[in-house]
């Protein structure tokens, strides 16, 4: 199975930083890979996905990028909104499988 | 627009089965697969399986053979996934989530909740 690490597992920002999230795949992925973001009690919501494409309606502060085995997600200016738990998934090879998760908390 | 709409929470008992729906709507649902994920309280997202809209063909995860089954009915565009033997440790949301060709999930349910106790 391919495995994906992402650092940190949290952090603390304030609303305006710029935050950089990174998500490491243990074999190429190509750019099989898409950005979630959970807030608590919520249903996943895809940020990214082919890496670097942002998905409908989503807003352009966010951004991803990468390919092979190393991806990041930047979120440029942080909003009140965004502090949640950003997750990536591989989907080059069955099984799929998710980072264990990036929490963002207010500092 | 495109929903997905699946059933109501359930509370079983260890070693019982438990069978989860997904119905979805505004899209050509054989055009699509069908993933399940699910994730325990407090931990994060666990692939679990997918299914092909179009002709049914499914692949889980090594962890869950043998104790999971998808299957969709495309008259009534629902997926059903039913687990067997549960246990503690299968207490946890699940959701559907829609699946394109070499792409992941951009469309979930609202999830379901399964208590085995």
């Known amino acids: 199975d391919i495995q994906m690490t992402q650092s940190p597992s949290s952090l603390s920002a304030s609303v305006g930083d710029r935050v950089t999230i990174t998500c490491r795949a243990s074999?190429?992925?190509?750019?099989?890979l898409g950005w979630y973001q959970q807030k608590p009690g919520k249903v996943p919501k895809r940020l990214i996905h082919?890496?670097?494409s942002l998905d409908s309606g989503v807003p352009s502060r966010f951004s991803g990028s990468g390919s092979g085995t190393e991806f990041t997600l930047t979120i440029s200016s942080l909003h009140p909104e965004d502090f949640a738990t950003y997750y990536c998934?591989?989907?080059?090879?069955?099984?799929?499988?998710f980072g264990p998760g990036t929490k963002v908390e207010i500092k | 627009q495109v929903q997905l709409v699946q059933s109501g929470a359930e509370v079983k008992r260890p070693g019982a089965s438990v069978k989860i729906s997904c119905k979805a709507s505004g899209y050509s649902f054989t055009d699509y697969y069908m993933h399940w994920v699910r994730q325990a309280p407090g931990h994060g997202l666990e692939w679990m399986g997918i299914?092909?809209?179009?002709?049914?063909?499914?692949t889980y995860a090594q962890k869950f053979q043998g104790r999971v089954t998808m299957t969709r009915d495309s008259s009534t565009r629902t997926v059903n996934m039913e687990v067997i033997g549960l246990r503690s440790d299968d207490t946890a949301e699940y959701y559907c989530?829609?699946?394109?060709?070499?792409?992941?999930?951009?469309?979930w349910g609202q999830g379901t909740t399964v208590t085995v106790s």
């Open positions: 082919a890496a670097s």
């Open positions: 299914i092909n809209g179009y002709g049914g063909s499914t």
């Open positions: 074999q190429a992925i190509r750019d099989d």
């Open positions: 998934l591989q989907h080059n090879t069955y099984p799929f499988t």
């Open positions: 989530a829609r699946g394109g060709i070499g792409d992941g999930m951009d469309v």
